[in-house]
């Protein structure tokens, strides 16, 4: 279960031209002919950082409970979940007859928290996907066994070790098991970043995108639905931690910034669809009438118009992008100082479960456990270090519904526990 800490914010829309930042210029993102880079975006002064798309083929999440891993599915990585096989029968021939009807993940399209390999997780109970999280030890145990396969054709077995003190451990092989290859991504090696890279055929973990607060979007390809068929988009996806909130206006070069209510942290807002291919004009025509809203990470709100895309012969899009308000928060670091999950949340009477924290810095925390009735039962006051660490809750609790509320640094997130 990833739960990110929610923000306590205050937005005030500045109205008057005093306020109102100067209108900044259209602007131009260049994937290159058949959209061979991805490019991220830094809404606030328009920086960009281009990357081959084919340079990495997966990636894993180093903040956050989710413990997400990703496929570049963009550049045509592609995942299969071998039937009836566990972590432990890594190693041994691999049958693949068939194996385009076997289970098929894709990343998910709405969060970075859940990629290709944490299919059929359940964070509630500590199943990640890939492994299962011990509540004793706070490691990620590997459990499943995957065939990958890679741009250029080769086919791999892999399987997740485990994710013990910051460093996932996996291993890949020939589909006969042969050339076993054991790897390990470390979180430590790549601070300040959302994911660490890797290479398989390249055999090698990199830094691929800005540091966190250096961007907000990025263009790219990736798998999408569309017609129930997973199929290979270009489009914008936004940052962990921005909002974007899609807006139909007849002047959408003038419309005002909506409610809070409307931005969503949703990272395929922007997607793909704000453009549509005209078999008449044989080019692409930009949905008219529609205007995004960026929440970026420097806590302003900006105006998106998408004005262009070329296609595939040079991967040009065109926008324009203006600053449109200012956002009053509580501390603009209370966005990333870490996430927060109860696992498991529902124990029988005489259980206890965990408040499992993993903070990017050391933080003041304090727990309140509140019954149905609205009394506190039961409260904690810890000092949080820096990285993954859990507090035993609910020892003595009757059976009923109960809300755990955890406040660190003033931000605070409640989380549900049952016990029966």
Not at 75 to 99: C, H, Q, R
Not at 328 to 333: E, G, H, I, L, T
Not at 365 to 377: D, E, F, L, P
Not at 379 to 406: C, D, F, K, P, W
Request: some cysteine.
């Amino acid at each position: 279960m990833n739960r990110s800490l929610p923000l306590l914010l205050a937005i005030t829309l500045v109205c008057g031209a005093s306020q109102l930042r100067a209108q900044l210029p259209a602007d131009t993102i260049w994937l290159g002919p058949n959209y061979a880079n991805q490019v991220y975006y830094s809404v606030s002064d328009g920086s960009k950082h281009t990357v081959p798309l084919a340079g990495w083929d997966i990636a894993f999440e180093l903040t956050g409970f989710s413990s997400s891993i990703l496929i570049n599915g963009g550049s045509n990585v592609n995942l299969y979940v071998v039937p009836g096989k566990m972590n432990e029968d890594f190693g041994t021939a691999i049958d693949t007859t068939g194996m385009y009807t076997w289970e098929h993940p894709m990343n998910a399209l709405a969060t970075w928290s859940s990629g290709a390999f944490n299919l059929g997780r359940d964070y509630n109970t500590g199943d990640f996907g890939w492994g299962e999280y011990n509540m004793n030890t706070h490691k990620v145990t590997g459990t499943s066994l995957y065939v990958i396969t890679l741009p250029n054709g080769d086919a791999r077995q892999i399987t997740v070790d485990g994710l013990s003190s910051g460093t996932y451990t996996f291993r890949t092989a020939m589909l006969d098991g042969t050339g076993i290859d054991t790897n390990t991504v470390t979180k430590t090696n790549f601070a300040n970043h959302h994911f660490a890279y890797y290479s398989i055929s390249g055999d090698s973990a990199f830094n691929n995108e800005p540091e966190m607060e250096n961007w907000d979007l990025v263009f790219t390809k990736y798998i999408d639905v569309v017609m129930d068929m997973q199929y290979g988009v270009t489009g914008v996806l936004s940052a962990p931690g921005v909002t974007i909130a899609q807006v139909t206006s007849t002047t959408p070069a003038t419309e005002p910034a909506p409610a809070t209510e409307a931005y969503s942290d949703s990272i395929n807002v922007l997607g793909y669809d704000w453009k549509t291919f005209d078999l008449n004009a044989g080019g692409y025509a930009i949905k008219p009438n529609v205007v995004y809203f960026v929440h970026a990470k420097d806590d302003n709100i900006y105006r998106l118009v998408m004005t262009g895309f070329a296609g595939g012969s040079t991967g040009q899009v065109t926008f324009q992008r203006q600053a449109v308000s200012t956002v009053s928060v509580k501390d603009r670091a209370n966005r990333s100082v870490g996430s927060v999950a109860v696992a498991p949340n529902v124990v029988r009477a005489g259980e206890t479960s965990s408040l499992v924290l993993d903070l990017n810095a050391a933080h003041a925390v304090r727990v309140a456990v509140v019954n149905a009735a609205g009394r506190t039962v039961a409260t904690h006051t810890v000092s949080g270090t820096a990285g993954l660490q859990a507090l035993r809750i609910g020892e003595g609790l009757e059976s009923g519904s109960y809300l755990v509320a955890v406040e660190i640094d003033g931000v605070v997130n409640t989380s549900r526990l049952i016990v029966q």
